[in-house]
């Protein structure tokens, strides 16, 4: 896989609002998915669908302890561009400057 497919893949990973959600909860740092399920208010089955996405990407990890798995953010950077994204469309942005037409 070339890296403008590697890329592609991550923005269709990102491309779905409720993987941006989970990725903003996984923030703040891992967390269950029976955690996932209270926080969102989703089935198991669709958070669990929807980690496997993001996992598939490569942007988390899983870590099983007993009887619970745990998710995080493969990449701290993450919660950053995440932050960034969320920054970047926020009401309080400057305003655009003019391109010249040409």
């Not at 969102?40 to 798995?69: C, E, F, H, M, P």
Request: glycine residues 6%; proline residues 5%; contains cysteine.
């Amino acid at each position: 896989m070339n890296t403008s497919q590697q890329h592609a893949a991550l923005f269709q990973a990102l491309g779905h609002p409720e993987r941006l959600h989970i990725l903003e909860i996984l923030g703040r740092g891992p967390v269950c998915v029976c955690e996932l399920v209270m926080m969102t208010g989703k089935r198991q089955a669709y958070i669990s669908q929807q980690l496997a996405a993001l996992r598939d990407a490569g942007l988390v990890i899983a870590k099983r302890q007993g009887w619970n798995v745990f998710y995080q953010l493969n990449d701290i950077r993450l919660a950053e561009l995440e932050k960034m994204v969320s920054d970047l469309f926020s009401s309080e942005r400057p305003a655009r400057p003019k391109l010249p037409r040409g």
